[in-house]
Every structure is written in C-alpha cells, then in structure tokens.
C-alpha cells in the first residue's frame, strides 16, 4: 500500500481594515488619471480578470471616473474565455491577480488589442511561477502594479470625465455555461436604474449609518456587482471574503470572514445555501432524539409565526443561538439569487438564521428584476416585479404554458435592459423585442399575492415519452434536500417515461451514506461504482422525492455516481456555480450510455 502525504495550507489572517469614502475618492481619481497617463482615452476598456476584492472595485471606479468601459470577466474562466473576452471587447487594459500571471503568459501571444497590464498581491506574498510569468508578460505589454498606476496618476493629474448616462459603463461577459462567453453591453443609465430598484425595496430594512454587507460572490457577476455598486452609492460599509476563508474552518488562530465582519447583510447562491443546510442538518441528526425533536418543532413554530405576524424572535436565543451565533449574530436578512432555492432550505434559514430573500435577475436585465420583501414570509417565488420594470408573461403553447392561466415566458421591458449583445446583433434582434421586450428563457407563474414564481428555464423544459414535460431544474433544487449529495444534474429526452441522473458525491458524504447501508470499501472511486451504493443513493432520493410530492414521471429511474467534486475549476460548474450541462454530460458520457441501456434505451 502506497501512503500519500498530503501538505494543507490554512490561512491567518488579520482585523478588516477600512477605507473611507475620501480614501475611495482620492484611489480611484489616481487611477483614472494613471490610465489617462498609459494612453487610455475616455470610452477606452479596461478589463478586471480578478477575484472579489477591494481592488476589484477601485480598478473599476478608476475606470468610470474618466468614462472609460470596464469589461468584467470571471477570475476562474479558462485561457480560451478569457482571450475571446479581450479579442472581441478590443481591450487596452487588463488587471489582475499577480496569481493568474502564468494564464495571461500562456496566451500572451494570440491576445490583439491589450498595452498595458496592471496587477495586485494580497499579503500571502506571490506564489511559486507568479514573478517568471511577470518577467514574461513585460516582453509584450508595460506592466505595473496598481500602486504604480496610482503614483503615476498623483503625478499626472487629470480633472475627472463624468460619463452620462447613455454612455457604455460595462461589458459583462456570461459565465460561458452554453458555449463562448457573451459580451452583454450595460449602460450607466442600466445601473443606476437598478440601483433605485434596489432601493425601493430594501430601504426600510436598512440602517445605513451602521449595516455592513459581506461581499465574496464574483463581482463579475451581475448579482453581485449592482448589490456591491447599490451599498457603495448608499453608504453601505461593505467587508470583503473570499469562500476559502467564509469559516473557521479554514483559518488558523483567527477567526473566519463570517465571524470577524459580524455582517447584517451576505448574499450566495443555492449551492452555497444547499451546503449550509447539509451542514446544519447533519449536526442536529448527531444530537439527541430530544434535541432533533426541539429542533425541528422548533422550525416549523417559528416559520408558522412569522406567516401570522407575531412575535418570534424570542426563539433565536432559546434555540437557535448557536446557528446565529456562527454567522455573527448580527445577520437581518440575506439573498439568494442565480437560480430558484428550494423551500426546505429557505425555511430552515429564515428560521434558524434570519430571514431569506430570494431575487430573479439575468445579466441581460442588469441583475435585478423581482426580489421578495425581509418580512415576506411565503416561500418558492421570487417577490414582485422591481418599480424599474414591466414585466409580463407569454404564451408558450408547446408546453401548454399560457399567459391567461396565469404562467408563461417572462419578459421584461424597462431601463434596467441591456443594450444588446457585443457584435452579435442576430442574438440581440432574437432576445429583445423591436418594441423593447427582453425574452428572459425563464417559465414563470403569478402567485394569488401578485407575486413571481419561477418553475423553470424554458430550454430545460423536457418532452417525455407521455407527452408530458418535466422541469430539469426545478427537480434537481428538490433532490439537493437529500443530504447524501454535493449536487446533481439530471438528464430526460422524448425517449424516456422518467428522468435519470449523473449525481456528485463527496468523499464525507460517501463514507455517511456506505456507513449506513453496511456498505465497506477501500476508496472512493471504488464505492462510486459498487451496484449496492448505487441502489442506496437512489433509494434515497426516490424517498425524498416522494417526501415532496414529486410525479412519478419526475421521480429518478436510475443514476450514476460522479465521485469528483464538481467545481469551476474542473469546468463542471460556472462561477456561479450553475450546472455546465454539456460538460458534465461529456465527462460522463460513458455512466449515461450505462443509464440509458439500464432503461431499455438504445
């Protein structure tokens, strides 16, 4: 037997640090003057390849201060998506991480517009092959670091180019999750629409004077960057994370993001929610039949008071103190955005941490079109339509979908609409009206309140053999309630009676489930394959099917066992981490042909 050593590196980090709107002022005016200074001229761009940071958002309000087009494109896209970025936006900047150096040296040679490359590093110091990679890059492009830039611009000062309002503010490139990533085109006046939308309807909730937010999400993604730009425009303090150091876990003699920022405010992603409640629950089942019994009565109490509108908040620190007390105990409200979140989820937080709001947006729409209220206690829809939009629902026959029953596609019309697609003007004429509508792709329903519940995408609605179709996302948020799985991706074509599915299983959740079912094995890769495993995995979630009231043309016939984490890293999910279908079905090719025959398909 072969033993292997593994190294862990954990983090230690310090207090947050913060800067005042002067010092934004005083940083992001230096910037602006600094790209004045390498030659960029007011409508030049300047694109952020970098992670969530502090820096991220002063290199883009650098930029803005001499109307200048920031193009975002997410930090964890690979060299090809990147150099597509560039290429097509005709970038003359590019900032990044001094760790993503060796990607920008790889593909130096194939890059056309790009001068100049500034750069930033944290405090960790630059990681093995960062500074080969810098010495590389100089030989095509001046590069700086950005505190370089900054003394230039001090050195070389310039008044300010305030855009207007029908000026280009972003190129904001989609995660790529269908193929090239696409250059969607956000004006000024898009985000500043948004921004009075936001506003209407989280004002009350806030004290702007004291709140702070937690930011760790991609700025490249829309959520994100118009909740970031809302808080900045505000007065909203916000802390910067990372979701490597969110926890304790990961840190060493400090404390995580969470617990050191205290926020009242985080957003995240179902995922992220699927992975808190997983953890949540699994600590409670290891608690006394008592205490699980106190537990869960207690969830289903405090959500019933809530839709009644009596007092409840005396239970947080009877029986859910600890949960509160993990996240800071400061936490009002938090968002969840990027795709619907199941019920189960959403009433296990706003019981036992603070109330969840869920959000509908598309990039294309410049993030936010509908969101529910910190004191809506309904659950599976997404509030009412913003004050920035129209909004209205349409026929889609095939799917028997029709607007007068109250479901359809979701279009939208309105000044929070994009411009359309960078020189893809075939796709823009296909996605928004000629009298303005934007054809979202999302099937939505009005609820008996008026307000918007989304059933699923329209490309992931699937025909069955009965003439029936089936929601493929709405079906895997509903499996993710199993606790025995990091994530699944389901699969159904006009051949088949019921769908299958491809799920991803981590190693701890491999050793809970086999531990259960009796089941020994060596390693994981061996048990992924093992036929009992496989039955047990499935037995389960054709429980948690049933538990949901799920059809049975909707309950999973069979599955295969992905046993590798799926993450952006290995292309399986985008950086928002929404399933990328096609690559998921190509890595496991060979497990869906096994489903396929196992089903009597050929």
């Known amino acids: 037997m072969e033993t292997v050593t593994k190294n862990w590196s954990y983090f230690k980090l310090g207090p947050y640090t913060w800067m005042t709107y002067n010092d934004i002022v005083e940083t992001t005016t230096q910037l602006g003057a600094g790209f004045r200074k390498l030659g960029v001229e007011p409508k030049g761009r300047v694109a952020i390849y970098a992670p969530t940071s502090r820096e991220w958002q002063l290199c883009a309000f650098g930029a803005f201060s001499q109307s200048m087009q920031v193009v975002t494109a ?32 790889r593909i130096m040679g194939e890059i056309e517009t790009v001068k100049h490359v500034m750069y930033f590093q944290d405090s960790y110091g630059m990681p093995d092959g960062c500074a080969e990679a810098i010495e590389k890059v100089k030989a095509k492009f001046s590069v700086h670091t950005m505190d370089e830039v900054c003394a230039l611009g001090k050195a070389n000062p310039v008044d300010r180019v305030i855009p207007d309002a029908q000026d280009l503010a ?78 304790d876990e990961s840190v060493r003699e400090c404390q995580g993001d969470i617990k050191e920022l205290r926020p009242m405010v ?28 106190l537990f869960y009565n207690a969830v289903d109490l405090k959500n019933t008071l809530r839709s009644h509108n009596l007092p409840h908040n005396f239970m947080d620190n009877i029986v859910f103190k600890k949960t509160r007390d993990a996240t ?59 004050p920035s939009v129209e909004m209205k629902l349409v026929d889609v026959p095939e799917a028997k979908y029709f607007a007068k029953n109250g479901k359809g596609e979701i279009w939208v019309r309105g000044p929070s609409v994009f411009r359309g697609y960078l020189d893809n003007d075939e796709l823009t004429r296909e996605t928004i009206t000629e009298d303005g509508w934007l054809k979202t ?162």
Request: hydrophobic share 40%.
């Open 74 to 105: 997410y930090d964890t896209l690979g060299e090809s998506g990147l150099l597509h970025a560039m290429n097509q936006a005709k970038v003359e900047v590019v900032f990044l991480k001094a760790d993503q150096m060796p990607i920008l040296a």
């Open 170 to 247: 972003l190129v904001m490139y989609t995660s790529g999750s269908t193929g090239k990533p696409k250059g969607v085109l956000i004006g000024h006046q898009n985000v500043m629409a948004v921004a009075g939308g936001i506003h209407k309807f989280i004002a009350p909730f806030i004290d702007y004077t004291q709140d702070i937010i937690l930011s760790y999400l991609p700025l490249s993604h829309v959520l994100a960057f118009f909740v970031d730009t809302y808080c900045i425009q505000s007065g909203i303090r916000i802390g910067y994370g990372t979701p490597r150091t969110l926890t």
């Open 441 to 602: 792709g999302d099937i939505g329903e009005w609820t008996s309140q008026g307000q918007l519940s989304i059933i699923d995408r329209k490309k992931n609605l699937i025909k069955l053999s009965s003439g029936e179709y089936i929601a493929l996302e709405a079906l895997e948020s509903t499996y993710k309630n199993s606790l025995y799985i990091h994530n699944i991706c389901v699969f159904a074509d006009s051949r088949m009676s019921q769908p299958c599915a491809i799920v991803n299983i981590d190693e701890n959740q491999i050793a809970q489930m086999a531990d259960n079912a009796g089941i020994h094995y060596n390693n994981p890769s061996e048990i992924a394959n093992d036929k009992a495993f496989i039955h047990a995995v499935l037995a389960d979630l054709q429980h948690v099917a049933k538990q949901n009231g799920l059809s049975k043309q909707e309950t999973l016939a069979a599955i295969q066992i992905d046993d590798e984490l799926w993450a952006p890293e290995n292309n399986m999910l985008t950086p928002a981490q929404k399933l990328k279908r096609t690559d998921i079905r190509e890595r496991n090719q060979e497990k869906l042909d096994q489903m396929y025959n196992q089903m009597g398909l050929e």
């Open 328 to 386: 800071g105990g400061r936490l009002k409200f938090v968002i969840t955005g990027g795709a619907p979140i199941n019920r189960n989820v959403q009433r296990l937080m706003n019981a036992a941490l603070c109330p969840m709001i869920q959000g509908f947006g598309m990039t294309e729409a410049s993030g936010l079109l509908s969101v529910q209220l910190p004191d809506d206690p309904t659950f599976n829809n997404v509030g009412a339509p913003c």
């Open 266 to 293: 985080m957003m995240g992603v179902p995922q992220v929610w699927n992975t808190i409640r997983a953890g949540m629950l699994k600590q409670v089942n290891k608690s006394s039949w008592l205490v699980r019994k």
